[in-house]
């Protein structure tokens, strides 16, 4: 019983001195992070486009698809900073709504290729031999396929929609994840810790998760950032091309398709829809490449 | 060196008739039967069996791969539904265009992303460093079909400069080769960059520089001489993804390629089409890696030895 005690004391004792421990890490690397200028003004950006994915609807001056027959096609003005399309619907209102769909879109892609790629990367790392060179074999014929190539192809055989445009991307994303993952766990499990695990006998699938995925974190993390820029180029170049959102729909993709056949009288419709693509890539690929200088000890 | 170079061509076999095989699958995957959705929702039982038979979907798997492999070697891919040519015929006239725009996008990309990786290396740290990766990650970041749109509206409606599309004369490539290479100009240009930065910390680049050579000597005969293997393979790798990358471009600029023919067809469900040109893209893309990676052995003794 006293034994009990001590152990458990001295497992609060390990648990108290972890607590400081990890927030004078996150200090760190929030003191470092702040210095790199481009990635906060990324970061304030990011956030200021989720804002409007969740609260647009809201705040917008119009319905994103109130038809307004007296302004067709408008040029930017007072009443509508961004002008009108051609059923007089608000650009600027039809964006921050759009916003919601374009960066869903491209969240969710991610997030389900980042997952699909993690487990793979890691059981491949992890395991090693016969598995190893199966997953990655896989990897190389997805890899064959370019980006874009590999998700038309997609689309082509599950059919345009853009459910189906966020299948695509995942897909695309899986195999980069997958080999960077492997990496960084083929050089985590060579840790001291990780063989420690593995003399107290813990389980595989324990190491794996508990011990070896954390380790890959700050990899996944910068990658996961660059990559959310890809899935939105890559959402809205299927969507330009037909295969994603209804043109209907306020889709940052889909209505830059549709303001091409009005390069003509309405560039508006072409410019502010590009320019806001432009930017959110260009936010998150600054915000990986801050990220990733934050956490490369060789860049500290 | 011949034993490296039969080392990396084998190795690619495997990989190239894996892709076969799923590009090969690529009907099969389609949800519903495949000659129903080629035939069309009307067509009668009897139309769809004429096209199952056509499309060889009553055999076996097996043969199915293995009279598409002939195919393959033959020359026979099969007809397109849309035209009624043989895949051949209608992919044939669609790839000068699309190599013509590939080789002049890689021309300007190269050659202007190397001298802005030269530039921001050599001003490390100053305002054309930071004015040249500012153009580098705006290359990556900006939709290549918006810019080809900003493009046309400035040097086509705007200016009466250039032609809106099509390729009818050297001027009509201009835009569009332009909105192909962005991407890759600025791929080259952080690429260059960083591989600079890390050769002029080398001790012959600072035997040069003690030994008293000009700056321009130093930095073009010493460090970009030799960076300049790595660069080269990168932009060699680039022209695999350039080729299939130019489906956006051609289809801003309605450039009969292959890029546009891969959309038309897949709107069209012209499926064999669509098959052989994922199946060319991909094995383009496989076979210039090989290339390159052949040609990094050859310039490069350390990979070739190793």
Known sequence: MAQTNTNLDQNKFAAAEELPKAQSKVKEFTKKFMKR?????????????????????????????????????????????????????????????????????????????????????????????????????????LFAFPDILLAIAVVAIIGPGMVNVMIAVAVFTVPSFARIIRSATISVKQSLYVEVARSLGCKNSRILFVHVFPGTIQSMIVNFTMRIGTAILAASSLSFLGFGANVTEPDWGAMLSLGRNYLNTAPHMVLFPGILIFLTVLAFNLLGDGLRDTLDPKMN | ?????????????????????????????????????????????????????????????????????????????????????????????????????????????????????????????????????????????????????????????????????????????????????????????????????????EDYVRTARAKGLKETLVVMRHAFKNSLIEIITVAGLQIGGLLSGSVMAETVFSIPGLGRLLVDSINFRDYKVVQALLLFFAAEYIVINLIVDVLYGVINPKIRYN
């Open chain 2, 1 to 201: 060196m011949g034993k490296y170079f039969c080392k990396r061509v084998v190795s690619a076999i495997p990989l190239l008739l894996v892709i076969s095989f799923v590009v090969f699958m690529f009907i099969h995957m389609i949800p519903g039967d495949p000659a129903r959705m080629i035939a069309g929702q009307d067509a009668t039982k009897e139309d769809v069996e004429v096209v199952r038979e056509q499309l060889g979907l009553n055999d076996p798997l097996l043969v199915q791969y293995g009279n598409y492999m002939k195919g393959l070697f033959t020359g026979d891919l099969g007809d397109s539904v849309k035209n009624g040519k043989t895949v051949v015929e209608t992919i044939a006239p669609r790839m000068k265009p699309t190599i013509m725009l590939t080789i002049s996008a890689m021309i300007w990309a190269t050659i202007i992303g190397i001298a802005l990786g030269i530039i921001s290396a050599v001003f490390h740290g100053r305002s054309l460093d930071y004015i040249g990766m500012i153009i580098a990650i705006s290359g990556i970041s900006v939709p290549s079909f918006w810019l080809g749109l900003e493009l046309i509206q400035g040097f086509s409606v705007a200016l009466n400069w250039l032609p809106t599309g099509g390729l009818d004369s050297w001027q009509s490539y201009i835009l569009p080769s332009l909105t192909m290479g962005a991407g890759i100009m600025a791929v080259l240009g952080r690429f260059t960059r960083s591989t600079m930065l890390e050769t002029m910390r």
């Open chain 1, 37 to 141: 200028k481009t990635a906060v003004v990324s970061l304030i950006f990011i956030l200021f486009i989720i804002l409007m994915a969740i609260i647009a609807p809201f705040v917008v001056p119009y319905a994103p698809d109130q038809p307004d027959y007296t302004a067709l096609l408008q040029g930017p003005s007072a009443a509508h900073i961004w002008g009108t399309d051609e059923f007089g619907q608000d650009v600027f209102s039809r964006l921050m709504v759009g916003s919601r769909l374009s960066l869903s879109c491209a969240l969710i892609a991610t997030v389900i290729g980042t997952a699909g790629g993690v487990v793979l990367g890691l059981i491949a790392g992890f395991y090693g031999g016969f598995v190893d060179s199966l997953i990655m074999r896989c990897c190389d014929v």
